[in-house]
């Protein structure tokens, strides 16, 4: 196994060394640390045993750093917040749209424990909603009960980066008085949409409810779904990307029930609440929020959890939706001539290149490469086509190289191919060097060269060669 579970105190925190960033944590955990408003779920009778004056707030970046203030290393049950993660295994199980057709995506409005379905499809509205949380386990593959948690509590651990535990306790008190939990169960029974292992899906449902985390952990979840489904603390890959992003659309839209809209507006980050006190909050690309505070307001979110989330999302301008226009991706633009390699040729190279001073195209790109990036890349190529025989990207500045610019390039490259211009990739990172080398796609033998230099020399003995030809 590649995987390395690290302990609770695990990865680089720098609580003891205050920066920027832990000093606005210590500042918004002591601002609201005398707000007593809420009251602790005590519908799990068990739960209302937690103290309502823990206070807990970590965050840890994409990249595996932690932050933490206060009691974020204090044990509580995760409660709703394994719904949006049980979702990520129930989308690697089956795939989505098997899962699509027994649990929607569409928010209800309604609050976490509401009992109605959408009545066109019979399914419940969402995965987030506990309708919806107990088709999703239902959907978890295993062979009975502790097989089916163990493939669950494993998938927690990797999230959180370390071995998790459950609190029986919890888990007994939820069992005996969830009701309401088992007439959803049986509605769903009812309406077909789980099979016959009704109690044994509850008990699982119970089991991963009263998984016990931190909200540092907590945070760390959050991170590995801010990093595409790898644990930055471990480097374990835990979800795929396809299924994070799934899961993120469902947290974004209903992870916060009937105040989703309302959170969406003014936090604007994929979240997720539970009746423990705890909330994750992910900021893609970027980081994860835990937090910890039992009392609840009427909706079932931590109520500090709430407050310390907007002032986070403000003060550090996380909105997802606060808009980060593409930064330029053309650093500079030249014709070989204009450098300075052609002196290395002796005088009879020199004179067959002296004709053709501006045939070899230039771009030195900066930055990641996505849609908006390539196409304005492309815009520029497509402005200056007719005047060149050779294109050379110089990437060797370049950072993350997405799908949507891959696919691009190649269809740069044909049609460049077509037109019997050579397009030449310098110094791009190995790693897209191999995603770009996918199988099918043709890529002649002289296209990635290791610098702008290597690649211009290749393109001057072609016209060298072409000059004596002719
Ligand atoms: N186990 C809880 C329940 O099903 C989870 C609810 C929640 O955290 N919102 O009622």
């Not at 003014?266 to 909330?279: E, H, N, T």
């Not at 005088?347 to 196409?375: H, K, M, N, R």
Request: glycine share 10%; net charge negative.
């Amino acid at each position: 196994m590649d995987e390395r579970i690290a302990s609770p105190g695990a990865g680089r925190s720098v609580t003891d060394a205050p920066g920027p960033v832990l000093a606005v944590l210590r500042d918004i955990h002591q601002r609201h640390l005398a707000d007593t408003s809420g009251t602790v779920a005590s519908y799990i009778p068990e739960l209302a045993t937690a103290d309502p004056a823990l206070f807990g707030i970590a965050l840890a970046t994409a990249d595996g750093h932690l932050y933490e203030v206060g009691d974020a290393g204090h044990c509580f049950t995760i409660q709703s917040i394994s719904k949006p993660l049980v979702y990520g295994l129930a989308l690697a199980d089956h795939g989505r749209a098997f899962v699509l057709s027994k649990v929607g995506v569409e928010p209800s409005g309604e609050a976490f424990n509401s009992i109605i379905f959408d009545e066109r499809t019979n399914r419940p509205f969402n995965p987030m909603v506990n309708a919806g949380a107990i088709a999703t386990t239902a959907l978890i593959r295993g062979d009975g009960l502790a097989a089916r948690f163990g493939r669950v509590r494993a998938l927690l651990s990797a999230f959180a980066g370390r071995e998790l535990e459950m609190d029986e306790r919890v888990f007994l008190s939820e069992r005996e008085t969830g009701h309401r939990n088992r007439a959803i169960a049986w509605l769903e029974r009812h309406f077909g949409m789980i099979d016959e292992r009704l109690d044994e899906h509850l008990d699982l449902y119970f089991q991963q409810c009263a998984v016990l985390v931190t909200a540092r952990d907590l945070a760390v979840m959050a991170a590995t779904l801010a990093n595409a489904g790898r644990n930055p603390l471990t480097g374990r890959r835990v979800l795929a990307p396809e299924h994070v992003r799934d899961v993120l659309s469902v947290m974004h839209s209903c992870g916060m029930y009937d105040y989703a809209g309302e959170w969406s507006f003014s936090v604007g980050l994929p979240a997720k609440s539970g009746v423990g006190g705890g909330i994750i909050a992910v900021l893609p690309g970027q980081l994860g929020i835990g937090t910890f505070s039992p009392p609840l307001d009427d909706r079932g979110n931590s109520h500090r959890g709430i407050r310390v989330c907007e002032e986070l999302s403000d003060r550090f301008d996380l909105h997802v939706f606060a808009v980060h226009p593409p930064a330029t991706v053309i650093r500079q633009q030249y014709r070989d001539g204009e450098g300075c390699f052609r002196h290395r040729r002796n005088d009879s190279e020199q004179a067959a290149l002296a004709g053709c001073a501006t045939a070899i195209a230039v771009y030195e790109l900066q930055g990641d490469l996505y849609f908006a990036t390539v196409e304005r890349l492309l815009r520029a190529v497509q402005a200056e086509f007719p005047d060149f025989a050779f294109l050379i990207l110089d990437a060797h500045r370049v950072g993350r190289i997405d799908s949507s610019a891959r696919r691009l390039l190649t269809m740069l490259l044909e049609m460049l191919a077509a037109a019997g211009k050579p397009l030449l990739l310098a110094g791009f990172p190995e790693e897209a060097v191999a995603q770009l080398l996918q199988p099918g796609e043709a890529w002649p033998a002289d296209t990635f060269f290791a610098s702008a230099e290597t690649a211009l020399t290749w393109c001057e003995d072609r016209l060298i060669a072409g000059g004596s030809d002719g």
